[in-house]
């Protein structure tokens, strides 16, 4: 139990499109999702928190119109890199936090971006 | 905020060693969780330990919640055993994580 996927796991773009990156609880109904960023041998940095139905909370010093987030059901939500650019190629990672697995997050696999 | 340290910041090992990463955390908490992260990214969860021990096959945790401390052990270490292992704390709302650096392990065959 608690598998969370994610897709894609790896993109590469030009730079000036926008990217979609899926997060789904498939085993669970995750009331909150969060995404992490993660630079190359640097830990997770939140990013926001997300809670079905309503709005994200976003982390200081990331920009909501640049990386929109939507957690329209309790299995899905997604993470949209807005006209991206080089500095925004990383690993994002999501997390799920469910009604049944109340002590823990369980993590997605990440998607790593390249934006050219 | 609660601030999350972790040693050493890398342990390289021969096959078959034992080894034991430390967490220190700077005030109370009610959560506190071990993940490793392979070399392909994938974060899998360890432990739920805020005290107490735990133990998982070759892996052990104990956290000493009145002293600020986590340890997690790894006995007769294996190359699966790679990547970076992380604690994480609770934070104040929101079930969010506070992240140490990470404890980068490599083990040698």
């Known amino acids: 139990g608690a598998v969370v996927s994610q897709h894609p796991s790896w993109v590469i773009c030009k730079s000036g499109t926008s990217v979609k990156i899926e997060c789904r609880s498939l085993d669970f109904q995750a009331t909150t999702m969060f995404w992490y960023r993660q630079f190359p041998k640097q830990s997770l940095m939140l990013m926001a928190t997300s809670n079905e139905g309503s709005k994200a909370t976003y982390e200081q010093g990331v920009e909501k119109d640049k990386f929109l987030i939507n957690h329209a059901s309790l299995t899905l939500s997604t993470l949209t890199v807005t006209s991206a650019h080089p500095e925004d190629s990383s690993f994002y990672i999501c997390s799920a936090y469910g009604t049944i697995f109340e002590e823990t997050q369980y993590f997605g696999p990440g998607t790593r971006l390249l934006v050219l | 905020g609660i601030q999350v340290e972790q040693s050493p910041p890398d342990l390289i090992l021969q096959e078959g060693a034992n080894s034991t990463l430390r967490c220190n955390f700077s005030?109370?908490?009610?959560?506190l969780q071990w993940f490793h992260q392979n070399p392909w990214g994938q974060l899998i969860n360890l432990f739920y330990?805020?005290?107490?021990?735990k133990q998982n096959g070759r892996l052990s945790a104990t956290t000493v919640a009145t002293e600020r401390y986590s340890l997690l052990y790894i006995s007769s270490s294996q190359t699966t055993d790679s990547g970076v292992y992380f604690c994480a704390v609770g934070g104040d709302s929101n079930y969010q994580l506070i992240w140490g650096a990470g404890t980068k392990l490599i083990i040698k065959p």
């Open positions: 330990i805020p005290s107490g021990t």
């Open positions: 005030d109370s908490v009610n959560n």
